[in-house]
């Protein structure tokens, strides 16, 4: 055989082998209002998706695709994160044996909490169908409760819906109320405990927080050392920490609560984000000088001081803001959180409506999320390299009368039927006798 020969075949096999590969899959958005989040909005604008990514956001895209879709008159903006979220680890709150959202024991670090959720909720479709394309459960009990995952709303199985199965570690901060009522109107007399004695007990507890840490330093520095012949399962589970990789979402709400969070921090050498943050805003300040991200649970929380103007837990994010705050909204994780969590672009709606910029309360349910779960280089925004999680609405996100008409979960498109649009149609089509 010639070195001719023996070229063309070569080039033959090489030719056969890239026609055996699949092709990568393209879909090209056209003429959209594109919203990309940290970049200006661009008007009639295309976005070309490869496979699972976005490959290029133009204002012109003329390249072949597979499928078109022109848009006009619509917006497109990255799918919504919810944080916080015990979406998937409950069903239905009156039936035990669908919940599943509570730890047994004080301190359980080794708790995964995305192992628990449930891919065939029926509540997922109902939060997808609005809009969210991602959650991050919770797991909740104890005074630290475990690690959070990230999980995508589609997909039939556990591995399918994870994104990422650590996102940080969960601490419950011990309640700092002192509660002034006079031993004899008490309904059990033998617990009542001085000011004193309650703030005792407070200290003590943060104490044993303080201990608690110490010791999952003093694990791994003995396990480096080759000191310590037992592998023990829960401090292993704290490494993550130890080395820097996850932050602490540390959960208080009242002012005195979050105040001893934030003098413990200054002591501590660790990244802290602060969840519910409902009396945040008195501290913003401080919050701001420690650079301490909120995850603000509170937007439609009635007020709690019997003289607070009833707009203040409206107002709240912007305060925070002004201050240089940043505020990522959730619905948390009460009882019926995961239930309403369809609304959380209207929490973040109602801040912008009492001063907090437009742009922030986009930010607050996409870009900030995806920054505090560790995912920003491949969510929170539309960007060329980025995955394709990507909702379509009808007017702009953070409007009421809006509505998701198509969402696509890394490049793949997503249904956003539910149980809401099957009873809908089912009983819209009801028989009516006439009168």
């Given amino acids: 055989m010639t ?15 890239t026609c055996l590969q699949p092709q990568a899959a393209t879909l090209l958005l056209k003429d959209a209002t594109l919203h990309p989040v ?46 916080t979220t015990t979406l998937g680890l409950l ?80 601490l419950f901060w011990p309640d700092a109320t002192i509660r002034h009522t006079p031993k004899a109107l008490l309904q059990d007399p033998s617990s009542w405990k001085s000011p004193e004695d309650q703030r005792k007990n407070h200290q003590k507890e943060v104490m044993a927080i303080t201990e608690f840490f110490d010791a999952a330093r003093a694990y791994a520095k003995a396990v480096d050392h080759d000191a310590s012949p037992t592998r023990i399962p829960g401090w292993e589970a704290m490494s993550a920490w130890v080395e820097g990789e996850l932050p602490l979402f540390v959960h208080a709400n009242e002012r005195r609560q979050i105040r001893s969070l ?33 995850i603000y649970e509170h937007t439609f929380t009635l007020p709690h001081q019997d003289t607070a103007s009833y707009d203040v837990q409206f107002t709240a994010p912007s305060v925070l803001h002004r201050a240089g705050v940043q505020v990522t909204f959730s619905e948390g994780s009460d009882r019926f959180a995961a239930s309403a969590l369809r609304n ?8 912008m409506a009492f001063g907090l910029p437009r742009e922030e309360a986009i930010k607050g349910i ?46 793949t498109a997503s249904s956003l039927e539910s149980r809401h649009t099957r009873l809908y149609e089912t009983y819209s089509k009801r028989p009516r006798k006439e009168p």
């Fill in 344 to 351: 959380l672009p209207y929490a973040a709606a109602q801040a």
């Fill in 262 to 294: 934030l003098d413990w921090a200054r002591s501590q050498s660790t990244r802290v984000i602060l969840v519910g943050g409902r009396d945040a805003w008195m501290l913003a300040d401080e919050l701001a000088e420690l650079k301490i991200p909120v």
């Fill in 366 to 411: 996409t870009l900030y999320p995806a920054q505090l779960l560790g995912v920003a280089d491949r969510l929170g925004s539309l960007e060329s390299g980025k995955e394709a999680s990507i909702i379509i609405t009808d007017g702009p996100l953070l409007d009421i009368r809006s509505k998701v008409t198509h969402m696509w979960i890394k490049g």
């Fill in 91 to 170: 069903e239905i709150n009156s039936v035990r044996a669908t919940l599943d959202t509570t730890e047994v024991g004080d301190w359980t670090p080794e708790v995964l909490s995305w192992r628990a959720v449930n891919p065939s909720s029926e509540l997922l479709p109902v939060a997808r169908a609005n809009g969210i394309t991602h959650a991050q459960p919770i797991p909740l009990g104890g005074k630290l409760s475990g690690q959070s995952g990230l999980i995508q709303l589609q997909g039939w199985t556990l591995e399918e819906l994870l994104v990422k199965p650590t996102t940080g570690y969960h």
């Fill in 3 to 17: 070195p001719t020969q023996l070229l063309l075949r070569l080039l033959a096999l090489i030719l056969g082998w």
């Fill in 38 to 83: 940290n970049h200006p909005i661009i008007e009639r604008g295309d976005m070309l998706i490869i496979d699972e990514r976005i490959a290029m956001v133009a204002q012109d895209i003329n390249l072949p695709a597979d499928q078109t879709i022109v848009l006009e008159g619509l917006h497109a903006y990255p799918g919504m994160i919810a944080m």
